[in-house]
């Protein structure tokens, strides 16, 4: 009797500290999906160029061959050898020895950067 008494106390436990660390788990993701960021992505073209985009929104890096896609909310971006593309329409050139470019977009400001040099900032809408 004594026995049944215990090991049912011990599995109330454990039932309980696993609702327990439910909860928290549960609580924790609610916090992450509500943060405002910073929300980071990264790629390296066959090349060697290095892609770093960074923001207050959710966004992604896609390497294909020489050429990134840079997605942003409902903007599309393209990294290209000699250019940079928003939204299909051509905004900066770039020179093909370009090793890093910094993509950064806050506030609606879109701002890049070719080897630590401005290369386009652009106020940008919520849908292009």
Request: aromatic share 2%; glycine share 8%.
């Given at each position: 009797m004594i026995v049944t008494i215990r090991r049912n106390l011990i599995l109330l436990l454990c039932g309980v500290l696993c609702l327990a660390g439910t909860l928290s788990r549960t609580d924790a993701a609610e916090d992450q999906a509500k943060a405002n960021g910073p929300y980071t992505a990264a790629g390296r073209t066959r090349a060697g160029r290095d892609i770093k985009a960074s923001g207050d929104m959710p966004l992604?890096?896609?390497?294909?061959?020489?050429?990134?896609?840079?997605?942003?909310?409902?903007?599309?971006?393209?990294?290209?050898?000699?250019?940079?593309?928003?939204?299909?329409?051509?905004?900066?050139?770039?020179?093909?020895?370009?090793?890093?470019?910094?993509?950064?977009?806050?506030?609606?400001?879109?701002?890049?950067?070719?080897?630590?040099?401005?290369?386009?900032?652009?106020?940008?809408?919520?849908?292009?």
């Amino acid at each position: 009797m004594i026995v049944t008494i215990r090991r049912n106390l011990i599995l109330l436990l454990c039932g309980v500290l696993c609702l327990a660390g439910t909860l928290s788990r549960t609580d924790a993701a609610e916090d992450q999906a509500k943060a405002n960021g910073p929300y980071t992505a990264a790629g390296r073209t066959r090349a060697g160029r290095d892609i770093k985009a960074s923001g207050d929104m959710p966004l992604g890096v896609r390497v294909q061959d020489d050429a990134v896609k840079v997605v942003f909310g409902d903007h599309k971006m393209a990294v290209e050898k000699k250019r940079i593309l928003l939204d299909g329409k051509e905004r900066a050139k770039i020179s093909a020895a370009v090793r890093t470019v910094d993509i950064v977009c806050t506030n609606s400001t879109l701002c890049v950067m070719a080897d630590k040099k401005s290369v386009l900032t652009a106020k940008i809408n919520e849908k292009p």
